[in-house]
């Protein structure tokens, strides 16, 4: 296989010292058979996923695997998530309960009990459908972390009519973009937001979408700012809260879905420039992310549970919206930064709401780190009792931070590995039973058949790397790609599957190691794909973003380790002539990384370079790039027909980097 990021480097992952969850926590965990690995051996076994729902009509087979890899979970079943997330608790007399609590980011909170709830999703859907929207019809969603945002899901939801979040940080064109290839014809958004503490529009960047687009958009825009930024409705647009009134005290009867009807499609960056529209189900997905909401971040009902991370994104639909509401606790949701008004914000966040399990991603908490343990210490962090992380590697030094300063040594710290893919969480110790080692992320879940490989399909000896797959399907596992079956057999199923004899091995795009006791310690994506602060990026899908720009030749795009960010952006770029004009063609690159993919993917670094790294039949040699942003071993360079640009790139770099410690 093609490891454009040099996997195959030797990189050492240690992990620290192994340590037992606390017997204060183990005693009240959600799961504590010991022997659940073991009795979790056949697809049977995640009826007990299937249990924590509600279902309409009960399933017949709890796996059809006739047309692998398009494996159908739970079929013969109808259930709607909307009322498996709603209803249900306020049958159970739960009307009361907090079911959201929303931190704004001007100080603002709300609290919308069970019962609130289910009033605004309820009238928004009967006013969806009122604009026409029919089951299966695709609702874009752009909406920063606000309460209509998860309400919006969830009335789509009452309907079906599968949702598609587009974070709301991403530009205008990569709005059209999905909305074009998804040929959704109903937008929600809002006229802006505020970006610290300034108004920042978002209805213009809607726009732009729109103009781009070939079809018409019915859109409902939710006034957020108010008189700070007004706003004029045109054509096709309506009001929010004008909606909600006209449809006020409406209720709409849940669509029954059948489980494998799609609950919602999300959008992630592959391997090529186009993004991928993941297909997620209704059925499996909801079963897979109760279950881990249960079993791995060991929710109660009773609980407050913060998952900080952004609804635009898989972590957010999974851990904030679908698999907290449907366990029927109290989701905290969180519209600022970590940082604003000041650093100590989250523990605030935690001290006053007495939140019981946080999950995190280890961007923040190396950001946590820098700041200084002196503001969690300004607050009462007691009320946690288990903490995770997701999104990338944890390393042992923050790990044992997070551990001791937030955890009060006293949490058990879960690292979550999974994809937007995977849908739910598919690799991480069970909290009340397995011993967490520092810097890897755990065992397989039960029921989950992980397995570290190599070009061969073979499992590496331990300690070695290789190629992370899962070789048995999974309920929450996504069920095809908006864009086709085609490529979705491409992308996941072609590097270590067979047709010829029946076996299909999902490929992650990561590389792994596994240890003795069978403990998977993720390294990083082998693929195109770069993790920055816990967000996936097509490195592919910015080097287009950068040829576009005049006077650019030629670009390539790679990661380099950084301590804030995970990693950062790295753009070598040659320019056409050699234009002198550097600077000038610098603020053209971040510019257009911006307006075409969003703030995210802006480079930490351009490199200017006569001519990029290429082998004899012309592949740029990314992997070389990697390794000399990353001060590494350049290993063979045999196979480039121009070697001698390799020094005068380092020299570039070295160059760069004097100047940097200069300023
Ligand atoms: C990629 C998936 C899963 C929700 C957030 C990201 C990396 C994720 C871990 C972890 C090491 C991790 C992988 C994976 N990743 N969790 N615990 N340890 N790496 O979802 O945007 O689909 O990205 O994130 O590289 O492939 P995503």
Redesign the pocket.
């Given at each position: 296989m093609d490891d454009r990021n040099g996997w195959g480097r030797e990189r050492p992952a240690p992990t620290g010292l192994p340590r037992n969850p606390p017997t204060s926590f183990v005693e009240q965990a959600n799961v504590t058979n010991e022997r659940i690995h073991e009795e979790f051996d056949e697809p049977a076994s995640w009826e007990r996923a299937a249990d924590l729902l509600a279902w309409d009509e009960p399933y017949d087979t709890v796996l059809e695997d006739e047309e692998a890899p398009f494996y159908r979970w739970f079929t013969g079943g109808t259930l709607n998530a909307s009322f498996n997330c709603l209803d249900r608790h306020i049958e159970a007399g739960r009307k009361t309960h907090t079911a959201i609590r929303w931190e704004g980011k001007r100080g603002e909170r709300e609290t919308y009990t069970y019962q609130d709830l289910f009033v605004e999703v309820n009238e928004l859907a009967a006013a969806l459908r009122d604009l026409g929207v029919g089951e299966d019809d695709v609702v874009t969603i752009y909406l920063p972390m606000i309460p209509e945002l998860p309400i919006a899901m969830l009335a789509c939801a009452r309907i079906g009519a599968p949702h598609s979040v587009v974070f709301a940080g991403l530009s205008a064109e990569a709005l059209a973009t999905r909305m074009d290839a998804a040929e959704s014809e109903y937008l929600l958004t809002c006229d802006g937001y505020y970006r610290r503490g300034d108004a920042f529009n978002q209805k213009s960047k809607v726009d732009n979408a729109c103009i781009a687009l070939d079809h018409d958009v019915q859109t409902i825009v939710v006034d957020r700012l108010g008189d700070d930024l007004p706003h004029v409705l045109g054509d096709g647009e309506r009001d929010y809260h004008d909606l909600r009134e006209e449809f006020s005290g409406e209720t709409v009867d849940p669509v029954a879905r059948d489980a494998e009807d799609m609950l919602f499609l999300m959008y992630?960056?592959g391997t090529t420039g186009e993004p991928k529209g993941v297909v997620h189900s209704t059925g499996g997905y909801l079963a897979h992310v109760a279950w881990t909401s249960h079993a791995v971040l060991d929710v109660k009902p009773e609980d407050t549970y913060w998952c900080a991370?952004d609804i635009g994104?898989?972590?957010g639909h999974?851990y904030i919206v679908y698999g907290p509401l449907a366990l029927g606790t109290t989701t905290v949701m969180y519209e600022g930064t970590p940082d604003y008004p000041d650093r100590a914000r989250l523990w605030e966040i935690v001290d006053r709401n007495a939140v019981d399990v946080f999950y995190t991603?280890?961007t923040a908490i190396r950001a946590f780190m820098k700041w200084g343990a002196e503001y969690p210490a300004k607050h009462d962090l007691s009320s946690l009792r288990l903490l995770g992380?997701?999104?990338?590697?944890?390393s042992p030094r923050p790990w044992d931070w997070y551990h001791e300063r937030i955890g009060g040594g006293e949490c058990p710290i879960v690292?979550?590995?999974?994809?937007?893919?995977?849908g739910a969480?598919t690799?991480?110790t069970l909290p009340g039973i397995d011993e967490m080692k520092p810097g890897s992320?755990g065992p397989p879940l039960p029921g989950i058949d992980a397995r570290v490989v190599d070009d061969s399909g073979t499992e590496v000896a331990p300690g070695e790397a290789g190629y992370?797959v899962l070789a048995r399907p999974w309920p929450g596992m996504a069920r095809t790609l908006y864009d086709g079956d085609d490529r979705f057999l491409e992308e996941y199923w072609t590097q270590f599957s067979d047709p010829e004899t029946d076996r299909w091995w999902y490929f992650?795009?990561?590389a792994a190691r596994i240890d003795e006791d069978g403990y998977i310690t993720?390294l990083?994506?082998i693929d195109d794909?770069i993790?920055v602060s816990?967000?996936?990026l097509s490195t592919m899908e910015i080097e287009s973003a950068i040829a576009g720009v005049d006077g650019v030749a030629e670009a390539a795009v790679v990661g380099r380790s950084s301590d804030a960010n995970g990693t950062d952006v790295y753009a070598y770029v040659s320019t056409e002539g050699h234009s002198e004009n550097g600077d000038a063609i610098r603020e053209a690159i971040v510019e257009s990384v911006e307006s075409t993919i969003g703030p995210i993917a802006r480079p930490a670094e351009v490199i200017f370079t006569p001519e990029l790294p290429k082998t004899r039949s012309g592949k740029i040699m990314r992997r070389l790039l990697a390794a000399v942003a990353n001060d590494e071993e350049l290993g063979d360079t045999s196979a480039l027909r121009n070697p001698e640009i390799v020094g005068e790139i380092q020299a570039e770099i070295g160059d760069e980097g004097e100047a940097n410690e200069r300023n």
């Open positions: 992630t960056s991370a994104w898989i972590t999974s991603a280890p992380s997701v999104g990338e590697p944890i690292d979550t590995w999974w994809q937007t893919e995977t969480i690799v991480s992320a992370l992650s795009g990561d993720v990083g994506r794909v993790n816990g967000r996936r």
